[in-house]
């Protein structure tokens, strides 16, 4: 209550003496205090936080935008779908979502034969926000890198969980897979895409034979240091023949405006910046 007898809650809160660190994080920290609970606008931000990443999880893949999009830089694409036939299925049923449905198997499997040195899938997983949201702009930034490779067709899939790259390449005759892939939302970032990277891909892979690269954003690692890394790990799975724990990842070494050249590798370490394992 101030002196004049007005209150407000700006009047009632306990300051947080922590509250310079928030300039440095997106995390809850310091938010203060109103009697025992939070401030009711940190309250509403978590309400709405929490209700953004709930609709990442359940929204739809806007496929025809994706299409668009893709075509309109150039890329060929591709549409396949996973076994489980709708989202209730594949949030029960992880399995499903880890193999594609007949109907894709077959469509791929009628193509005529075709070798790729790195395919691209874009799956919604467990964010669509992040999948339509990040892969555009993260393959216009890192197409320019790989111009002497052959490209794929870009796949987009729904339904989809890491492993699901590893059919649609190996059907598909790609030497790597790269799966852009929507991660598990959290209540600052419900828009964060993981990078799944698959030397020889073939159904039966584990996560140890994969490098991952996540939460890829403009808030976090942003379009240049995400291709940056990619371009590194995929010139060295290229160079070794490998991928996954046999893979470190170095390319913090070199500068991002310099194309990353096949150096020093080490065998005993594990995959890039991150893992998201609840997608694959």
Known sequence: MSENGSGNES???DRDPWSVLRQFTQARIALGRAGNGVPTAPLLAFNLAHAQARDAVHHPLDVNALHEALQALGFDTLDV???APDREHYLRRPDLGRRLSDESRAALAQRPAQTSDVL???????????????????????????????????VIARQ??????????????AKIVVMLIGERPGLSSPDSLGIYI???????CTDAQRNCISNVRPEGLDYPQAAHKLHYLLTQARKLGLTGVGLKDESEALPASVPATPGAVSRDSGSGSGSTSISS
């Not at 999948?131 to 111009?147: D, E, G, I, T």
């Not at 989809?160 to 005759?173: F, P, Q, S, T, Y």
């Not at 698959?198 to 039966?204: C, I, L």
């Open 160 to 173: 989809a969980r890491v492993a699901l790259g590893d059919e649609i390449g190996a059907l598909l005759g």
């Open 120 to 154: 691209f899938v874009i799956g919604d997983g467990l964010s669509a926000f992040a999948a339509s949201k990040q892969a555009v702009p993260l393959l216009q930034a890192v197409r320019p890198k790989f111009a002497d490779w052959h490209i794929g067709p870009v």
């Open 11 to 13: 009047d009632a809160l």
């Open 81 to 83: 779908h996973s076994a």
């Open 198 to 204: 698959t030397y020889a891909p073939q159904t039966g």
